[in-house]
């Protein structure tokens, strides 16, 4: 990790929507006082971001203050520098997810997070690419990529993270399967399914872990694949999600530099929040790319020891179609035991099978 300098020159592109955060200026204001030369610019459109960052200059420090959206053009703008010119990158997390942010360990309050970019060291780490497109922490592919690009402003600004649920149910009716050719350094897969993930990061649709193994300095992206799960296989698929192997019949796992996918038809993508859409995509990890602030305890990072995450944990990306067969955890039991027997009761959420305690004589998972 890399110290950094007591006072510094620093650019904060802000976004244009979150110009009025009463916290922000007050931070701002803070650091000025304590001698930081802090030029704020505020976008008013898409791809303002992007040209800020090319009309930087020599600054220390570039803070991209907004939601993963911004976050995404801001590295888009660096990704377009030389890697000698790229500044040291910090993020003020303002938007409705923040999921990159978040999953890094970066505070949500302004002043907190504003003071880490100021104080904190810079950690070298990859940038995901998607054919000429950039992505820092997460593509997902058919599913995740129709709710995002289904989700109105308003209704995100509304309901916050909980516009994706929403978005998901209603699509949910009539999901669809998406065919093709997936290939990996060491192997080539045909099939379908509703979803795919290829993360940098880990978390997306405002904290849903979607690649629980991803470290953003392994020169690696971990790719998920969910394929079509018949009512019938569903704990079969549960076991599949706990263990992450990349040889699961419905739910495969693979960490890799690069991943291409030739879909049958063209499919709709979300990278880091941002629709776009793809005939063929290639999908590589370019490492030590860019340098973060992040804590120092940043659980993305290698060196960080992680706590291994449990099967509630690892289910909650599942999309709600799944929840009328219990495996959601939304509906199944909450300790995720007796999932098939599980007696769904809106008022006591009460699991029979295992008298309500998890016990491994239980028999169920």
């Known amino acids: 990790m890399k110290r950094k300098a007591r006072s510094r020159k620093v650019q904060l592109i802000l976004n244009g929507k979150v110009a009025g955060n009463d916290a922000l200026q007050s931070a701002v204001a803070g650091q000025r006082g304590a001698g930081h030369r802090v030029e704020v ?5 898409k791809g303002d971001a992007r040209r800020f960052v090319s009309e ?6 570039l803070i991209a203050a907004g939601g993963d959206g911004t ?12 890697s000698a010119a790229r500044p040291v990158l910090g993020v003020v997390p303002l938007g409705t997810a923040n999921d990159f942010a978040t999953g890094c360990g970066i505070p949500r309050e302004p002043e907190k997070a504003l003071a880490l970019c100021m104080e904190g060291n810079a950690s070298p780490i990859d940038v995901g690419k998607a054919n000429d497109h950039w992505f820092l922490n997460v593509a997902s592919v058919g599913f995740g990529a129709e709710v995002t690009a289904s989700t109105s402003p308003e209704l ?13 149910a209603i699509l949910a009716i009539n999901v669809h399967q998406y065919h093709g050719r997936l290939i990996l350094p060491d192997r080539q897969i045909t099939g379908s399914g509703p979803v795919a993930i290829v993360g940098n990061g880990r978390q997306t649709g405002g904290g849903v872990q979607v690649a629980p193994r991803a470290c953003i300095d392994d020169g690696l992206l971990d790719v998920l694949v969910v394929r079509h799960i018949p009512a019938t296989a569903l704990l079969t698929a549960a076991r599949e999600l706990q263990q992450l ?10 960490q890799t530099p690069w991943v291409e996918v030739y879909p049958d038809e063209a499919i709709p993508v979300n990278l880091d929040g941002e629709p776009v859409e793809f005939s063929s995509v290639r999908y590589e990890a370019v490492p030590r790319a860019i340098q973060l602030i992040v804590p120092p305890s940043c659980p993305l990072l290698s060196a960080t020891v992680r706590r291994p995450l449990s099967l ?3 289910v909650s990306f599942l ?6 067969f219990g495996l959601h955890p939304a509906a199944g039991c909450p300790r995720l035991c007796g999932i098939a027997e599980f007696k769904r009761s809106s008022i006591s959420r009460y699991c029979s099978p295992c008298n309500g305690t998890h016990s491994s004589s239980s028999g169920h998972l």
């Open 56 to 61: 930087a200059g020599d600054v220390d420090l």
């Open 312 to 314: 509630r944990q690892i």
């Open 245 to 254: 192997s990349p040889n699961g019949e419905y739910i495969s796992y693979w």
């Open 319 to 324: 999309p709600p179609f799944y929840v009328g």
């Open 156 to 168: 995100k600004r509304l309901l916050g993270p909980v516009a994706y649920a929403v978005m998901g």
């Open 71 to 82: 976050l995404n053009e801001v590295v888009h703008g660096l990704m377009g520098l030389s």
């Open 41 to 45: 610019r505020v976008t008013q459109e």
